[in-house]
């Protein structure tokens, strides 16, 4: 009983204070292609500057690289050769400071299937 009672509380702060309460959202933007990363960012804030919303970004992470190396043969007889394979993740960051309800309409753009986006919704002081 005093679970549902705070789970009906929370609740109620979120359909309240959620509105008008300005909120400082971060959006993480992962993929292995630079130029799709890109388009989706330049959306994102276009987006933003059209509601007339506060934005910094997107602030360009290092690169992750990650590498691995096998050998071309299966047997390991014949001549030493390599194979080296490298996959580059690239990483953006977006942050808005805006109501929740504002930032649903801006991320309701067309993303493509290899980026992958995370929000993160922290209150603002």
């Known amino acids: 009983m ?7 509380k929370a609740d109620k702060v979120g359909a309240d ?3 008008g309460q300005i909120h400082r959202i971060r959006i993480t933007l992962t993929s292995r292609n630079v130029k799709n990363v890109e388009r989706v960012c330049a959306e994102l804030i276009k987006g933003a500057k059209k509601k007339g919303l506060k934005y910094a970004g997107p602030v360009r992470m290092p690169t992750k690289t990650l590498k691995l190396t096998t050998r071309k043969t299966p047997c390991g007889e014949g001549s030493k050769t390599w194979d080296r394979y490298q996959m580059r993740i690239h990483k953006r960051l977006i942050d808005l400071h805006s109501p929740s309800e504002v930032v649903r309409s801006i991320t309701s753009i067309n993303i493509d299937p290899d980026v992958e986006v995370e929000v993160t919704i922290a209150e603002s002081h």
């Open 2 to 8: 005093a679970a549902a009672t705070g789970v009906k």
């Open 17 to 19: 204070g959620g509105e």
